[in-house]
C-alpha cells in the first residue's frame, strides 16, 4: 500500500478518469492546465508519484506514462501527515526488526547491533531517525534498555 498526499491524488484521479483519452501517456502542460495549478507544483508531484512507482515522467518530452495506477494506496491530507504517518510506519517495520534481533539473542541484545540492525539493514535509517525510533520506542515501553557490567543492551 502506497501513501499519497491529496493532491498526488488529483493527478492519478485525473489520469484514471481521462484513460480514454489518453489511454498511455499524457502531457504534464495538460494536468497542470485541467488542475489549474503552477508548473512548479505539478513537477514536485509527479516527481513524488514517480518516486512511489506510479507513473514515469519525461523531462524531455514533457511526458508522463503510467501503468501502475491500480495499486491500493491511502490517502492523507498534506506532507506534515504523510511524514508523521510514515515514521509511525517506520517505527512498526524497525520493531519488527528489533524484536527478530532480540529474539536471535536470546531477548537481550547489545546496542551497537540493534542500532547497527536498523542503521545497515532493510530500513537504511539515518543515525538521527535510529535514535529517534529509539527513543519512541523506550517512550512508549515497548522497547527497554538495561545496563550490564559489559555494556548497554535492549529487551523487549
Avoid: C, H, W
Avoid at 5 to 19: A, G, P, R, V, Y
Avoid at 65 to 81: A, F, P, Q, R
Amino acid at each position: 500500500m502506497q501513501i499519497i498526499t491529496k493532491d498526488e491524488n488529483k493527478i492519478l484521479l485525473l489520469i484514471k478518469n481521462n484513460m480514454d483519452k489518453y489511454p498511455t501517456s499524457i502531457s504534464y502542460e495538460t494536468i497542470r492546465e485541467i488542475l489549474d495549478v503552477s508548473e512548479t507544483e505539478v513537477v514536485d508531484l509527479l516527481n513524488s508519484l514517480q518516486n512511489k512507482n506510479f507513473l514515469k515522467v519525461d523531462l524531455n518530452t514533457k511526458e508522463v506514462t503510467y501503468d501502475n495506477l491500480n495499486e491500493e494506496i491511502k490517502i492523507v491530507e498534506n506532507k506534515s501527515e504523510l511524514k508523521k504517518y510514515m515514521l509511525n510506519k517506520t517505527e512498526e517495520d524497525a520493531y519488527v526488526i528489533i524484536q527478530d534481533v532480540i529474539s536471535k539473542y536470546e531477548g537481550y541484545v547489545p546496542r551497537y547491533i540493534l542500532e547497527g540492525a536498523l542503521l545497515y539493514g532493510e530500513l537504511e535509517l539515518t543515525p538521527k531517525r535510529t535514535y529517534n525510533i529509539i527513543v519512541s520506542l523506550e517512550n512508549k515501553k515497548l522497547l527497554n534498555k538495561v545496563r550490564r557490567v559489559d555494556g548497554e543492551y535492549y529487551t523487549i
